[in-house]
């Protein structure tokens, strides 16, 4: 039987610090409203050269390198990003020239700050049906470029970074001990399209449509709305894969990495679940919202931290933009 096997994280984030404090100075907030209200008392920015292939290519190296593999022998680089370098070609094929990945497809996947759980899902279709042996899937994001550095109620949340994970095809039974995702669980709902997105520089308000106002260009977000059905749905797609991976108990998760969006969200998430203390990996605090980036660059600092040992079981949560939602399921070796 093949199972998708985690074979190497890594991650990368900007040197450049943006503190609470930094914040006070350019929009009417205060660290007191940030910390309380979400838990996030820094994130990075990329630098003025940096796009969102920057980030990815170094999260992509280091993972190839903790997997033990060489650039060319990845057969498929997977790039999940809401801000890609440009509109084409996609940030994936920069990144697999970069990294010498002569060998591989390189496609990007669109689906917000789910778009890792997507991807983990996309690559282990392709794996388990024997379509690729060895899939790059990095999640990478400067949500900074295209957040409203005047809106107090959205430019708090964001940072940039990323993740990624080389996932090999393996054998045996994950039901019975062998490492491997053992469920992905993915969903959308684009009736609620205008909660959170970027509503120009598309073919719809093309940024050459001069009566554009250009701050369509950037992020908008309906923070209560969001708030809510993110909690309901993290909470049902957890409850998916636990049920469909044949009755995995809460307790038996020896950690959960989600989507670092808000601490009250994750604080509401692991008590619907009935999540042990301690069991929430957390770094928004140092990072704040990384959109796609954000559970990779988790699970990559969990995984370097020795959290894991071989066999444990990880779940893994997110949603977003679209909207999107998800879960995965591993058992971790
Ligand atoms: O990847 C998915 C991304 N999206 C999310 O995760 C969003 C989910 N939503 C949230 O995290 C929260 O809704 C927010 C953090 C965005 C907002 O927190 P909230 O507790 O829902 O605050 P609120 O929007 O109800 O605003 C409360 C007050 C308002 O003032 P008034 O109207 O009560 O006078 C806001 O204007 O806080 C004010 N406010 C701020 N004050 C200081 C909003 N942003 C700020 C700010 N600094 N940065």
Same mark, same amino acid.
């Given at each position: 039987?093949?199972?998708?096997?985690?074979?190497?994280?890594?991650?990368?984030?900007?040197?450049?610090?943006?503190?609470?404090?930094?914040?006070?100075?350019?929009?009417?907030? =205060?660290?007191?409203?940030?910390?309380?209200?979400?838990?996030?008392?820094?994130?990075?920015? +990329? &630098?003025?050269?940096? +796009? !969102?292939?920057?980030? &990815?290519?170094?999260?992509?190296?280091?993972?190839?390198?903790?997997?033990?593999?060489?650039?060319?022998?990845?057969?498929?680089?997977?790039?999940? %990003?809401?801000?890609?370098?440009?509109?084409? #070609?996609? !940030?994936?094929? *920069?990144?697999?020239? &970069?990294?010498? +990945?002569?060998?591989? /497809?390189?496609?990007?996947?669109?689906?917000?700050?789910?778009?890792?759980?997507?991807?983990?899902?996309?690559?282990?279709?392709?794996?388990?049906?024997?379509?690729?042996?060895?899939? *790059?899937?990095?999640?990478?994001? %400067?949500?900074?470029?295209?957040?409203?550095?005047?809106?107090?109620?959205?430019?708090?949340?964001?940072?940039?970074?990323?993740?990624?994970?080389?996932?090999?095809?393996?054998?045996?039974?994950?039901?019975?001990?062998? #490492?491997?995702?053992?469920?992905?669980?993915?969903? =959308?709902?684009? /009736?609620?399209?205008?909660?959170?997105? $970027?509503?120009?520089?598309?073919?719809?308000?093309?940024?050459?449509?001069?009566?554009?106002?250009?701050?369509?260009?950037?992020?908008?977000?309906?923070?209560?709305? %969001?708030?809510?059905?993110? $909690?309901?749905?993290?909470?049902?797609? &957890?409850?998916? $894969?636990?049920?469909?991976?044949?009755?995995?108990?809460?307790?038996?998760? +020896? *950690?959960?990495?989600?989507?670092?969006?808000?601490?009250?969200? *994750?604080?509401?998430?692991?008590?619907?679940?009935?999540? #042990?203390?301690?069991?929430?990996?957390?770094?928004?605090?140092?990072?704040?919202?990384?959109?796609? /980036?954000? $559970?990779?660059?988790?699970?990559?600092?969990?995984?370097?931290?020795?959290?894991?040992?071989?066999?444990?079981?990880?779940?893994?949560?997110?949603?977003?933009?679209?909207?999107?939602?998800?879960?995965?399921?591993?058992?971790?070796?």
């Amino acid at each position: 039987m093949t199972a998708t096997v985690i074979a190497g994280t890594g991650s990368y984030v900007p040197e450049r610090v943006l503190t609470n404090a930094d914040l006070e100075r350019m929009v009417d907030t =205060s660290d007191e409203w940030i910390t309380a209200r979400t838990g996030i008392r820094e994130r990075r920015i +990329a &630098a003025d050269n940096q +796009a !969102t292939s920057d980030l &990815a290519i170094e999260a992509g190296r280091r993972a190839i390198e903790a997997a033990g593999i060489t650039a060319q022998d990845v057969d498929l680089v997977l790039v999940a %990003t809401a801000t890609p370098d440009m509109f084409f #070609p996609a !940030t994936a094929c *920069l990144v697999q020239t &970069a990294l010498g +990945a002569t060998n591989a /497809a390189a496609f990007d996947l669109s689906a917000a700050c789910s778009g890792f759980i997507y991807g983990l899902n996309v690559a282990d279709a392709y794996i388990r049906s024997g379509s690729y042996k060895n899939v *790059l899937l990095i999640g990478a994001e %400067t949500m900074s470029r295209v957040v409203d550095w005047e809106d107090r109620t959205t430019c708090v949340l964001f940072g940039d970074g990323a993740g990624a994970v080389l996932l090999q095809a393996g054998e045996g039974d994950t039901g019975s001990g062998a #490492p491997g995702l053992m469920r992905t669980d993915i969903h =959308s709902d684009g /009736a609620a399209w205008d909660y959170i997105c $970027v509503p120009g520089g598309g073919s719809r308000m093309p940024p050459s449509d001069a009566l554009v106002d250009s701050r369509q260009q950037f992020l908008k977000m309906k923070g209560n709305e %969001t708030f809510k059905v993110a $909690v309901r749905n993290m909470e049902r797609a &957890a409850r998916t $894969v636990l049920e469909d991976a044949g009755g995995i108990k809460a307790h038996d998760l +020896a *950690l959960v990495v989600p989507h670092q969006a808000n601490m009250r969200i *994750l604080n509401a998430v692991a008590e619907r679940l009935e999540l #042990p203390a301690g069991k929430v990996y957390v770094n928004l605090d140092r990072y704040g919202n990384t959109s796609a /980036a954000s $559970v990779p660059l988790a699970f990559d600092e969990a995984v370097r931290a020795g959290r894991l040992e071989r066999g444990d079981l990880v779940l893994m949560l997110a949603f977003g933009s679209g909207l999107t939602w998800g879960a995965a399921l591993l058992r971790w070796g």
